[in-house]
């Protein structure tokens, strides 16, 4: 039986899509703010949207750490490697971003929404849930045959991370 006629060839498909579009959509966005590519500002104009934010110690760390989690949480995506991990790091970017945009409300009415940040963190969030599916480097590790505990696992680590990044930064 080939694997697009087994009954979860479906499901293990459309986590391939989701893993690639959040790979996608976050390596993107760490590749332009970090190193300008793709008609991206580049690591200054990062930092002063961070310092606007209200983040102020450390910021061209907090501005390389974003950058590196968005990018190889990314890769990592994209090959189905230690999924949790990189779900986690993603998710945890997103939540950070949720937080300093919270004020703007979802759409933006009063400053900018966070409905992009929020759609990224659903999907880092289900794959966290779920794992990677069968087309994964990951297909044979015990977070892809139970990915629930890892998931919950990693949602707790993405917490802290952003946290952390509320409190230290």
């Not at 190889?72 to 949790?84: D, K, N, R």
């Not at 977070?143 to 930064?169: D, E, M, Y």
């Amino acid at each position: 039986m080939s694997r697009w006629s087994d009954e979860n060839g479906g499901l293990d498909f459309g986590l391939l899509v989701l893993r690639l579009m959040l790979s996608v959509a976050m390596g993107a966005h760490g590749l332009m703010q970090v190193f300008g590519l793709f008609g991206g500002s580049g690591m200054t104009h990062f930092e002063n949207l961070l310092q606007g934010y209200g983040f102020s110690h450390n910021i061209e760390f907090l501005t390389w750490l974003t950058g590196i989690t968005e990018v190889g949480g990314a890769v990592l995506l994209v090959l189905g490697l230690l999924t949790p991990l990189a779900a986690a790091g993603l998710l945890g970017v997103a939540i950070s971003a949720i937080r300093v945009k919270w004020a703007g409300g979802l759409f933006g009415s009063s400053g900018p929404g966070f409905e992009l940040e929020l759609t990224l963190a659903a999907m880092a969030l289900a794959l966290l849930l779920t794992g990677p599916g069968w087309y994964a480097l990951d297909r044979h590790t015990a977070w892809r045959q139970k990915p629930l505990g890892f998931g919950v696992g990693g949602l707790f680590l993405s917490v802290c991370a952003a946290v952390g990044v509320g409190s230290l930064f």
